[in-house]
């Protein structure tokens, strides 16, 4: 059910996005403010990503040989690309996971219902 729930919302999400922009700019205030809040969450889970992506790099993969008694791996040897790569999986893990359970509310699952034969072609 909550799978379901959450393909529901995931398409809703998109259609409102790509598709319907402009629905929520010109009426429906409070539906208009439940929308933009989401988008406005979406927004801020990328910077969110890309702060923690850099932190990460700089806290854990970047050689700082002064406050380390012993190291894990030698960090020389490991490509820069893999360093930022892990780091970034990282922080878009935890942005993501945030956002998918940001989604699961009821305002914006009472928008999406209500919006439902636009954008879904099962119903």
């Known amino acids: 059910r909550k799978t379901k729930r959450m393909s529901l919302m995931r398409q809703f999400l998109w259609w409102a996005w790509t598709k319907e922009n402009k629905r ?5 205030n409070e539906e208009r ?3 933009h809040r989401h988008f406005s969450h979406g927004r801020f889970m990328g910077g969110f990503a890309f702060v923690t992506t ?7 993969f970047r050689r700082i040989y002064n406050f380390r008694a012993r190291e894990i791996l030698n960090m020389r040897e490991i490509p820069f690309a893999l360093r930022f790569g892990i780091s970034a999986l990282i ?3 935890i942005s993501y996971d945030m956002h998918i359970k940001a989604i699961y509310d009821p305002d914006l699952y009472r928008v999406a219902l209500k919006y439902r034969s636009f954008y879904d072609s099962d119903f």
Not at 24 to 28: D, I, K, L
Not at 54 to 60: D, I, P
């Open 24 to 28: 929520w700019t010109e009426s429906n």
């Open 33 to 35: 403010i439940v929308v």
């Open 54 to 60: 850099v932190l990460t790099y700089y806290t854990f």
């Open 91 to 93: 922080g878009c893990a």
